[in-house]
Nanobody, 125 residues
Framework: QVQLVESGGGLVAPGGALRLSCKLS????????MAWFRQAPGKEREFVTV????????YYAESVQGRFTGSRDNTRNTVWLQMDGQKPEDTAIYYC??????????????????WGQGTQVTVSS
């Protein structure tokens, strides 16, 4: 049984930074494509970033390109989302997700089998 546990959310001022973590347990971490999504109040869940099994292919939503960095360490079963230059519109619940997608790197929530519990990120002065 795969379990994803997230940490690192909180309140940050505009222009500030936060780093989210997500640890996978229960299966071999390197078998999974990992992704981050977010959901703001009243909006659909949206793609943020996807990371391939080794961490050397990472793709971003246009809205976070150049500000956010996704990474993973297969020895620690952990994926991170470094968020710099944050904006009020980044306020949302952030979720990590995992799929056994092989070489495919999906950006749709429906493609992911496993989800973390979500962590709130609020960008406000």
């Amino acid at each position: 049984q795969v379990q994803l546990v997230e940490s690192g959310g909180g309140l940050v001022a505009p222009g500030g930074a936060l780093r989210l973590s997500c640890k996978l347990s229960g299966r071999t971490f390197s078998n999974y494509v990992m992704a981050w999504f977010r959901q703001a109040p009243g909006k659909e869940r949206e793609f943020v970033t996807v990371i391939n099994w080794s961490g050397d292919s990472v793709y971003y939503a246009e809205s976070v390109q150049g500000r956010f960095t996704g990474s993973r360490d297969n020895t620690r079963n952990t994926v991170w989302l470094q968020m710099d230059g944050q904006k009020p519109e980044d306020t949302a619940i952030y979720y990590c997700a995992a799929c056994e997608c092989g070489l495919v790197l999906p950006n749709r929530p429906s493609e992911y089998e496993y989800w973390g519990q979500g962590t709130q990120v609020t960008v406000s002065s």
